[in-house]
């Protein structure tokens, strides 16, 4: 069975950083993209950040660019998201997600991705 652990959620202050990771298990994800996802209460489930199978290949919401760094280690199975500079607006719950397409890269298309965390909440307070 697929499963996607998300960890690394909590309260922060705005300008402060948090690493969130997501653990997979139950096949190899080292072959498909991955990415992250973020719901605010009231808000559709948005777009954050993707990255391909190789980490050759990273895509960023324009919301988050240059404060947010994906990374990925296939050897462990395991995809982090670094946030720095974090902002209220950044208060959501955050989602992982596998592709289950080989050839594809990443990109916000949630279509592409099969397989979803429960999520882990993050909250930055102003």
């Known amino acids: 069975q697929v499963q996607l652990v998300e960890s690394g959620g909590g309260l922060v202050q705005a300008g402060a950083s948090l690493r969130l990771s997501c653990a997979a298990s139950?096949?190899?994800?080292?072959?498909?993209?991955m990415g992250w996802f973020r719901q605010a209460p009231g808000k559709e489930r948005e777009f954050v950040t993707a990255i391909s199978w190789s980490a050759g290949n990273t895509f960023y919401a324009d919301s988050v660019k240059g404060r947010f760094t994906i990374s990925r280690d296939n050897a462990k199975n395991t995809v982090h998201l670094q946030m720095n500079s974090l902002k209220p607006e950044d208060t959501a719950v955050y989602y992982c997600?596998?592709?289950?397409?080989?050839?594809?890269?990443?990109?916000?298309?949630?279509?592409?991705?099969?397989?979803w965390g429960r999520g882990t909440q993050v909250t930055v307070s102003s």
């Open positions: 997600a596998a592709a289950s397409r080989l050839g594809y890269v990443g990109g916000p298309q949630k279509y592409e991705y099969s397989y």
């Open positions: 139950g096949r190899t994800f080292s072959s498909y993209a």
